[in-house]
Nanobody, 123 residues
Framework: HVRLVESGGGLVQVGDSLRLSCTVSDVSLSGYIRGWFRQAPGKEREFVAAIDWSTGSTEYVDSVKGRFTISKDNAKNTVYLEMNNLSLEDTAVYLC????????????????WGQGTQVTVSR
């Protein structure tokens, strides 16, 4: 049974930084793509960033390029999302996902999801 557990969310101010973590229980069963999505109240789930577990290649949504960095620690089965210069628009529940689809940006390509961690950015 594959489990994804996120941590690291919290309440911060505009311009602050946070690092989210997502630990995967069984890398061999959970797919080679790890992604971060977010969902704000009243909005659709949005792709944020993804990384190929094998090659390390990454993709980002344009709104976070230059501010967010996705990385991985293979030994710890953990993927990170380093978020800098946070803005009010970054407030959302952030969800970690895992799957096999080569289209990293499509939520339908992910088979396993975590419960999410809340990120709230205030003035």
């Amino acid at each position: 049974h594959v489990r994804l557990v996120e941590s690291g969310g919290g309440l911060v101010q505009v311009g602050d930084s946070l690092r989210l973590s997502c630990t995967v229980s069984d890398v061999s069963l959970s797919g080679y793509i790890r992604g971060w999505f977010r969902q704000a109240p009243g909005k659709e789930r949005e792709f944020v960033a993804a990384i190929d577990w094998s090659t390390g290649s990454t993709e980002y949504v344009d709104s976070v390029k230059g501010r967010f960095t996705i990385s991985k620690d293979n030994a710890k089965n953990t993927v990170y999302l380093e978020m800098n210069n946070l803005s009010l628009e970054d407030t959302a529940v952030y969800l970690c996902a895992s799957g096999w689809s080569p289209d990293m940006r499509a939520s339908t390509g992910y088979s396993y999801w975590g419960q999410g961690t809340q990120v709230t950015v205030s003035r």
